[in-house]
């Protein structure tokens, strides 16, 4: 299973690498970005991947121990990351694997920019790199869900000039940070 699918790249990648004899559950709770994930697989011509739309965090419609592996591109930044892990463990067949990306805490910078520009204006914003934002608070959360931890990579991804300024309009336009969006025009301006 490939929770949170989005355009289903970590799930393509998945059905190339198990082939024929396998099978790829794409799970995402937006019909857009279903779409897109279906345009890709179908462009892909892969027939072994499946899409649901659902909440990655709560599949009660997926029996226990259905999956041997359940993977997580960057969508646990966007989920209650201790209720989806419990979920996977639930999911996952004994000695399953569970591999997902977080960021590390304060990443990426643009947007511990955006919280620290924010706060000047009184609006605190949380972090949602914190509860796996660094190799402790992952294997601290992977055990509390239950899970034998192997190995945590930890790895350093740079970002240019442009992604920052990507991310500052992802930020801006979050849903989460509504409350920035509520500032008067001249605040808006200064921030």
């Not at 000039?161 to 200064?190: K, T, Y």
């Amino acid at each position: 299973m490939d929770a949170a699918t989005g355009t289903g790249f970590a799930a393509l990648a998945a059905a190339r690498a198990v082939g024929d004899g396998g099978r790829v559950l794409g799970v995402d709770i937006s019909p857009g970005m279903l779409r897109e994930a279906r345009a890709a697989i179908q462009q892909a011509g892969l027939r072994n991947i499946e899409l649901l739309e659902a909440d990655a965090v709560r599949l009660p419609q997926l029996p226990d121990e259905s999956f041997h592996v359940i993977t997580c591109a960057q969508g646990l930044l966007y989920m209650p990351a201790a209720d989806a892990l419990r979920e996977w463990y639930r999911l996952l067949k004994k000695r399953g694997r569970v591999a997902f990306t977080s960021m590390r805490t304060g990443s990426p910078p643009g947007a511990r920019v955006f919280r620290d520009c924010a706060a000047a204006f009184g609006i605190s914003l949380r972090d949602p790199s914190e509860p796996l934002g660094s190799p402790a608070a992952s294997r601290t959360a992977l055990e509390t869900a239950g899970f034998e931890v192997a190995v945590i990579v930890a790895e350093t991804i740079e970002f240019t000039a442009r992604d920052h300024a990507r991310a500052w309009e992802s930020n801006f336009r979050s849903a989460v940070h509504a409350s920035v969006r509520r500032l008067g025009e001249d605040e808006l301006r200064d921030l």
